[in-house]
């Protein structure tokens, strides 16, 4: 196993000493820093190409200028990185890397998780109602969205998604008949994914249309989205809901210990709603993180306390409701700063950005900071949601059924298990084998791939860098740029087959 | 009437139409005919070839001409104000298509042209890139796959070396060498670098395949290496290679479109659907109609070739069985129960369209106490 990852970290180092010495080669044939002096009029012309020669060595041969690159790369196991100059601003390039970095993450952390539980969530569905209306809608959803070009969706997304909503919530009253459409479409898909006979989809159908009509009216009649807020009750509520979900998914509601852990857990987060608006207040980062943690471990603790003979699973259960419980708070807190944000004169009543990530200029506490980053993020990770969404929903419909028809599932069945064991434990799990070794290298696409993405909505992200360096004539931000990626793509790839052979035994690392 | 009973002869019935299906059939024609059943795969298909003939037709192929009155480059004066599109699906008039179906945009040049161009242009690029990793990937892929050992990891890290290298970076260099790149020129490059993930599959194919024994059999018959590769093993891959390249078909349409997008690939004078909303995308505010046409038929033609794909798919896996729908059972069942009149037509939900007259006189007369039980039968492995 040692001898294994040892010769292929040395093998992957090669390879990308290879590649980005070939993409150093490439890169300077395609870019000419001279190209501006050259068609220039001013009257010392040779004295300032002279100079720029000088300043970028364009004398010494390509490969020679390589290894001085690589030099400074070397200069990072030591602590001393120096990837070279952006010479057009004269920014050092580690300097651009590190906030560039920055800024993608935040950008495709969110999208990249959110894509993955929509989409192997509405997959596995997808495959347990295998031909019916529901599997068919989203074979062919799945498919449209793979099908569009992330430039046109996101153009789109800023016409209509910015600049609709913006002018939806100058008044946000909502019309009864949009009430009722969506409140009928909303009952479809429930009576459609909970399937069965037409009683179960009947009784499905009409309380999923009360709901969210109810709520949708409740939302129009309040005026909820000139100051929302969820407030204890809406909490509570969906806390215990969560809660029952949970359990009825990981445990079976007839694990009673594990039911009564998780409803607890929903009561502790909606009791401590009150004190944590004071802990909330004048919190930075880390705090938000540390009473992330704090509750997390209270829940767990919860499932604990109340034991049973499958104590694992309570605490599992609790822990997580206590984390999604601890989010409803976060929220909560966040859309209080709603108010004063909308009004203030940096956002002048127009809260959808289309541009960057982060108004110029505006001043404010952490949640009014949140919020406002919030409301950046929201166009590009819908639109990259959009697009990577179908390929999970894919490979977690295929995976599933492929798991499906095994003689394990039948066995399983056959012993008499429950269907929700069956299709929890022996399905599920099994089918998220081959979607664990796609995760690192679509993370490591997506890092490099937001490129569009980035460019449209003005996020000054590694595509960014990128991009702006090969207009530029800039070598050295384009080579940081094949590093990471290089270096990420060939780490994802590693840990992908690290992955497969850690999970399914039956594949051999040495072979 | 117990639930067991209903299910083994269900299995049965299922059993005996899937035989039926394929009894005395090569694995072409059952492929060809499962193809041609999936109704998604062959709308598309229509689709496909419906937009690939109007897209060469009307304006002309090379030396060519088309029916079409304008040409990509003609400019003329506005027909309506602002250039608005002439087709005209409704109201006054009723239906016409009128001169600029499709619009003007600010020169006064025709768009339904200029994206029929576009699209001349994406498809071309399409299929060569499609070909050129389609070879390259199933060369490297069957070599890696047969021979392993040091030729096969050296193939290997010569994979990712492709891997690292940024596709934007080729449209640059390209960009510096040949001024603007013709269609012909980006997608050859495009195919050169694009060709990994199907030699990775390949690969993965020929690892098993050359343990089995009928590769052993061609060994031992004293067969080459080559004749080993391309006669005996490469057949057994053909349902990963014709998958894998129709879906490689959409990913080069979407990658052209956005490399062109980014100004990396296809650029003015030329024309591509992914240029065209880039040089219009400001304008979409003013005159819309130049960015939807272009951005209708890229989805189109990607979303066509993904269902094809997904056609090829279905009917190549053995596995992915066409379950019957409930309905097409309950008639085959009822068939068998004719056949051997002795047994009982017990609990059926049967539409009474689809059966003989005296059938139902007979279910009507004896399953009606237990009908409700087995019409939730079917279906309840999934609840």
């Not at chain 2, 030729?151 to 290298?165: A, C, Q, Y």
Request: hydrophobic share 50%.
């Amino acid at each position: 196993m040692y001898n294994f990852i040892f010769r292929r970290a040395l093998s992957s180092l090669g390879v990308l000493l290879v590649a980005t010495f070939l993409i150093y080669i490439l890169v300077d044939v395609a870019i000419d820093p001279l190209s501006d002096l050259i068609t220039s009029t001013a009257p010392n012309k040779q004295a300032l190409i002279d100079a720029r020669i000088q300043q970028l060595q364009l004398d010494v041969p390509s490969p020679v200028r390589y290894l001085g690159w690589l030099g400074g790369v070397a200069g990072c196991f030591i602590g001393k990185c120096d990837l070279g100059v952006a010479w057009t601003t004269n920014q050092q390039v580690t300097d651009v890397l590190v906030s560039s970095i920055g800024v993608t993450i935040k950008l495709v952390t969110l999208a990249t998780v959110l894509a993955m539980i929509l989409g192997v969530a509405v997959g596995v569905v997808s495959a347990l109602r295998q031909y019916t209306g529901f599997d068919y809608t989203m074979i062919f959803i799945s498919f449209l969205l793979y099908s569009l070009p992330s430039f046109w969706v996101a153009v789109l997304m800023k016409q209509w998604g910015a600049i609709g909503f913006n002018d939806f919530l100058a008044d946000p009253s909502i019309s009864v008949v949009t009430v009722l459409v969506i409140a009928l479409i909303a009952g479809i898909i429930w009576q459609a994914v909970f399937s069965g006979d037409l009683k179960r989809r009947l009784i499905v159908f009409a309380s999923a249309f009360v709901v969210t009509a109810g709520v949708l009216w409740y939302i129009s009649a309040t005026n909820w989205f000139s100051d929302p807020s969820l407030g204890f009750v809406v909490i509570l509520l969906t806390g215990v809901g969560i809660a029952f979900a949970l359990t009825a998914i990981m445990a079976g509601l007839r694990n009673r210990r594990a039911l009564y852990a998780a409803v607890s857990t929903a009561v502790l987060i909606a009791a401590i709603w009150y004190p944590m608006q004071f802990a909330f207040r004048g919190a930075t980062g880390w705090t938000v993180f540390g009473l992330a943690l704090l509750v997390t471990a209270a829940g767990v603790a919860i499932g604990w306390f109340w034991g049973g003979y499958d104590r694992a699973v309570s605490m599992r259960i609790s822990g997580l409701v206590a984390l999604l419980g601890f989010g409803l708070l976060y929220v909560d807190r966040v859309m209080q700063a709603w108010k004063p944000y909308f009004n203030s004169s940096a956002i002048n009543g127009r809260p959808i950005a289309t541009i960057g990530s982060a108004t110029p200029g505006l001043q404010g506490s952490f949640w009014t900071m949140q919020l406002d980053s919030f409301t950046h993020l929201i166009l590009p990770t819908v639109a990259l949601v959009l697009i990577s969404f179908a390929a999970y929903t894919r490979y977690s419909r295929a995976s599933m059924l492929e798991v499906l028809n095994q003689d394990y599932v039948r066995t399983a069945r056959a012993k008499g298990l429950s269907e929700r064991v069956v299709i929890v434990r022996h399905a599920f799990r099994n089918s998220l084998i081959p979607l664990a070794t796609i995760i690192p290298l679509d993370f490591a696409a997506i890092l490099g791939g937001a490129v569009i993405t980035e460019k449209i909505f003005g996020w000054r992200g590694m595509g960014t860098m990128f991009l702006s360096g090969l207009q530029k004539n800039e070598i050295d931000p384009v080579m940081a740029y094949v590093l990471v990626i290089g270096f990420v793509a060939i780490v994802a790839n590693f840990l992908a087959d690290l992955l497969y052979a850690v999970l399914d035994p039956r594949i051999r690392v040495n072979a | 009437m117990s639930e067991q009973t209903t299910n083994t002869e269900e299995t049965r019935a299922e059993n005996e139409l899937e035989l039926r299906e394929v009894a005395g059939l090569s694995q072409g024609q059952i492929v060809r005919k499962r193809f041609l059943r999936h109704k998604a795969a062959m709308i598309s298909l229509v689709v496909l070839i419906a937009i690939i003939l109007l897209a060469i037709t009307s304006i002309g192929w090379g030396p060519i001409p088309g029916w079409w009155k304008w040409n990509f480059k003609q400019t003329a004066p506005l027909a309506l104000p602002g250039g608005r599109p002439t087709l005209q699906l409704w109201g006054e008039g009723g239906f016409h298509i009128g001169d600029y179906p499709f619009g003007q945009d600010e020169l006064g040049r025709d768009n339904f042209a200029r994206v029929m161009r576009g699209i001349q242009t994406s498809l071309t690029v399409m299929f060569i890139v499609a070909f050129v990793s389609t070879a390259i990937g199933i060369l490297v892929g069957a070599i890696a796959g047969y021979f392993r050992g040091w030729i096969d990891s050296f193939l290997m890290r010569f994979t990712e070396l492709f891997i690292v290298v940024p596709v934007l970076i080729t449209g640059a260099v390209l960009g510096k060498l040949y001024g603007t790149p013709t269609p012909v020129i980006l997608a050859i490059a495009l195919g050169l670098l694009n060709w990994t993930g199907l030699a990775r599959l390949v690969r993965a194919e020929f690892l098993s395949l050359r343990e089995r024994e009928f590769v052993e059999a061609a060994r031992v018959a004293g067969a080459s290496h080559t004749r080993i590769i391309f006669k005996h093993m490469l057949p057994n891959t053909i349902a990963v290679i014709i998958v894998n390249s129709t879906l490689m078909l959409s990913a080069a349409v979407l990658l052209e479109t956005s490399l062109s997008y980014l100004q990396f690939g296809i650029q003015a004078p030329e024309v591509s659907l992914g240029n065209l909303i880039s040089e219009y995308q400001s304008a979409f505010a003013t005159r819309p109609w130049l960015f939807w046409w272009a951005g209708l038929f890229i989805v189109a033609i990607a979303l066509c070739v993904n269902f094809i794909g997904d056609g090829l798919r279905d009917a190549f896996d053995p596995r992915q069985r066409r379950i019957p729908t409930v309905r097409a059972l309950r008639k085959a069942e009822l068939k068998a129960q004719l056949g051997a009149s002795s047994a009982t037509p017990a609990g059926l939900m049967v539409d009474a369209l689809e059966v003989d007259e005296p059938l139902i006189e007979r279910i009507e007369t004896e399953g009606n106490q237990d009908g409700g039980e087995a019409a939730g039968s079917g279906k309840d492995s999934t609840n």
